[in-house]
């Protein structure tokens, strides 16, 4: 599709309306809807730019996206850090409610929200763009590091750091999670 | 649950975009596309957006005229002199299309060079644009000159198969050439492939791409002529003189829905010529692909990609 749009402008709407949606959601969960608009749009303003250097190999423009999105977020890294920070307040009343069931291992991982914020709050940000890649875009470890431009061994190594972290937080909240 | 999954589910997902959030972003990004141009409606000239369900019209032995029409006698009377206005049958222009395909003389681009196409494109409210590109036969580089005459070149690693990700054979010259060069064959392999667009029937889908292979590439002889023998097999596309070029042209066409899509081949030659898409009734569409904030099609708007140029050339910028 990209490379269609490299001979054919005219195609990289096509892009757009294929992954807009997605990218947009990814940025939202990371920024807020406020932001998620602008930041959303840029990334294609950029990606169309950039469109005769995508690597055409890849049949997935995603990751790619993804790493023009994450680099768009980072410079909203302070907003960024203080809406976990806000979601682990407004969260912990909640978890404290519900604290008989979360012993009784019966909680749904909505409830775990805040702890995991207030994890994201101490993730180092490189370390936190990995993750949130995987865990919420969904991409590969490995497709992670491209998008982040990154070798594959920093991203795994960064992706482990991360997920000590969240794990900590999980493990806090039920023991039996511990590993 | 894996840290990975709780982390993702303890997240609501989240609101989708309003509609009006994705129309400013989309309307961005197309004046970024197009800094010089005013508001278009949003033609397909492709494989793009196109609408609802394909008019199903009659197959096959479609009554072909000159545009001459009728003279004195009652007569047909040809507008080209020297051209016989005999009706002519869409299955014996395509299969003398087809044979024109492989008797033109074509030397094979070796991997290293690079395939040029000039295209002029002509939309109905009065912009035309010429455009210019090369890629490399095996996928390892494209250009382009842009509007101020700058040639921009990028070269690329060939695509080349990896593990469950074959690259895909429309992507490169080279892949192209592993097509089947029998019709039959040719058509169940189209008719196989995972493709959609909005809509449109099976049949429409396959006639695009025959039309976006033959309007993007220099092809092979053999695949050429093979898609015309192919083409003439699918439901729904019609066979008709055309003036256009400033003269009567051969028109292998397909309407879906809104929009007409048409493949243009030369009478006296039966050379590709190019490609027309036209709206063909006042439309509403969705307002994202019409790509202005009402969703309006005009009836009667058009693009037309003529191709002016083709050739083989070992560097990006030479023109054969």
Known sequence: ?179 | MNDLTILRDAWDAPEPPSPGEYTRARAALRTRMHPRRTRLPRLSPRLGAVGALALAIAIGLVVVQNLGGTGADGRPRSVVPGLPAVPVASAEVLERAAKAATSKPFTAPRDDQWIYLQDRITRSDGTIATQANWHRADGGGEAFMDEDGKLHVQSMEPPRDRPGRKVPVLDTYKGLTTLPTDPDALLRWAYAQDMENGNTSKDGVVYLLFNHVLSANMLPPELESAIFRAMKQIPGVTLQTVDIFGKPTYSLGFTDDWLREELLIDRQTYAYRGVRSTVVRNATIDPLKAGNSTGEVKKGSTLIAERLATGIVDTPGQRG
């Open chain 1, 1 to 179: 599709m990209i490379r269609r749009s490299w001979r054919e402008p005219e195609r990289f709407t096509e892009v757009f309306d294929r992954y807009y949606v997605e990218i947009h959601g990814y940025v939202a969960r990371r920024l807020g809807p406020s932001l998620a608009e602008d930041v959303a749009s840029e990334t294609f303003l950029i990606a169309f730019d950039r469109r005769r250097r995508y690597d055409v190999a890849y049949p997935s423009a995603r990751p790619w996206l993804y790493g023009i999105a994450s680099n768009l977020v980072a410079r909203h890294r302070r907003a960024e850090v203080r809406r976990y920070r806000a979601l682990s307040r407004s969260d912990i009343t909640h978890a404290v409610d519900g604290h008989a069931e979360l012993v009784a291992g019966r909680l749904d991982a909505r409830a775990l929200r805040g702890r995991l914020a207030a994890a994201l709050v101490d993730v180092a940000h490189g370390d936190r763009e990995v993750l949130l890649l995987v865990a919420w875009a969904q991409l590969s470890c490995e497709e992670a590091a491209r998008a982040l431009g990154i070798p594959a061994g920093t991203a795994r190594s960064r992706l482990h750091r991360a997920r000590r972290k969240t794990r900590a937080a999980l493990a806090d909240a039920d023991p039996r999670e511990e590993r």
